[in-house]
């Protein structure tokens, strides 16, 4: 920790928000944490009931970004294909660069080597022939550690993990799965697809039996996968019980989902809300457009329609809004007259847009939006930083 005497990797610590607040949760645990039982996402509040003397550190988005941005430029030194998958993690397609790097594990080692020397921070690095097995293969005893995942160790190394731990099976997956009797990856790399396609459909069976076998044949790509969608989320502090405090949030979220849009070259048909009651009950409510739109104040007004719709005025913990059905073929429809106001919306989002795309997505708020600033999750405030 920077300007700190205490290496919090070191002590049972977590990088998380206020414990007192009800959004706050656990974005990353350091070792001596996890054998507390602390995990990744849940809240703050149950982290320190589970281990009464946890150090929370409060998140540093910027921070994050610069060390992700010196980490990447090691790492692409290495291979002319590198992939960002997260902030913190990348594949690099090797194929080909054996006369260079002859010996892929020596290679992981001076890459994670230099890295901890440069930087300060440490990474484990996992060695496959294919995304999967090396993404398993990174998530092996950490930390500082390079491990590799080949065809022939996965019976030995990956098969007798708890299913659970296979790479995208999530717990409602993983619980449904134990409950056939399917403990563990082995367990699922052997079933017949027959039986899988009862417990997760066709689609889910073959995706999963593949991924138990280490069958994965998506490519490295420099380039990322346009969006099909943009949204943000937020859970607030207290209780939203009034139209204009959920048209504050909106708006707010407008200003950061049609920034993402516009900054991919897209535009959306389609503009969605979502709201979550006290009893956890979630509902939706969806708008098509005959022409396609970036503008935020757009946006905004069919968002704020939408909610007035379909909201019957129960107090809200959560709100979202989304964009799909996107177009990205730059057309827009012709008009005889200048439409003055929608050119005066398009400047103030380019400005807008530009102040924070050098500044920082904090760098300006829109007047409307500042009194319910603390109510923003902060993980949606950074999405345009991370993004950059």
Request: a negative charge; one cysteine or more; proline letters at 3%.
């Amino acid at each position: 920790m920077q300007g700190s005497t205490v290496d919090i990797r070191t002590i049972p610590s977590i990088v998380g928000g206020d414990p007192d607040s009800r959004i706050s949760i656990v974005a990353a645990k350091s070792i001596p944490a996890k054998k507390y039982g602390i995990n990744t996402g849940e809240p703050v509040s149950m982290a320190m009931r589970k281990c009464p003397g946890l150090v929370v550190v409060h998140s540093d988005f910027d921070w994050y970004i610069r060390c992700s941005r010196a980490f990447k430029a090691i790492v692409q030194e290495y291979a002319p294909i590198m992939e960002s998958y997260s902030i913190d993690e990348v594949f690099l397609d090797m194929s080909g660069m054996h006369l260079i790097y002859p010996d892929p594990i020596k290679t992981a080692y001076e890459i994670k080597d230099r890295i901890y020397e440069e930087l300060g921070f440490t990474v484990n690095v996992g060695i496959g022939y294919n995304k999967l097995c090396a993404k398993m293969a990174s998530d092996f005893e950490k930390p500082n550690k390079v491990h590799t995942l080949f065809t022939e160790e996965i019976p030995e190394k990956m098969w007798p993990l708890d299913v659970g731990e296979l790479f995208s099976c999530g717990k409602a997956t993983a619980e449904k799965l134990r409950h056939f009797n399917i403990k563990t990856i082995g367990d699922l790399a052997k079933a017949s697809m027959e039986e899988l396609s009862l417990i997760l459909g066709e689609r889910g069976a073959n995706h999963y039996h593949n991924y138990a076998n280490g069958i994965d044949n998506s490519p490295v790509s420099n380039e990322r996968e346009d969006e099909k969608s943009y949204s943000a989320e937020t859970t607030v502090e207290d209780d939203l019980t009034d139209l204009e405090s959920i048209n504050k949030i909106l708006l707010a979220q407008a200003d950061i989902v049609s920034a993402r849009m516009r900054a991919d070259g897209a535009k959306c048909r389609c503009v969605s809300v979502t709201f979550r009651n006290l009893d956890f009950v979630t509902r939706s409510h969806q708008k098509k457009m005959y022409e396609s739109t970036d503008l935020t104040s757009t946006i905004y007004e069919v968002a704020k329609e939408l909610m007035k719709e379909s909201w019957k005025g129960e107090s809200l913990r959560l709100v979202g809004l989304g964009l799909s059905d996107l177009d990205r073929e730059g057309f827009e429809q012709a008009s005889l007259f200048v439409d003055e106001k929608k050119e005066k919306h398009k400047a103030l989002d380019a400005t807008l847009d530009s102040i924070r795309g050098r500044y920082g997505s904090g760098s300006v708020k829109r007047a409307a939006t500042m009194d319910m600033s603390r109510n923003i999750n902060k993980k949606h405030q950074a999405s345009l930083d991370q993004d950059k």
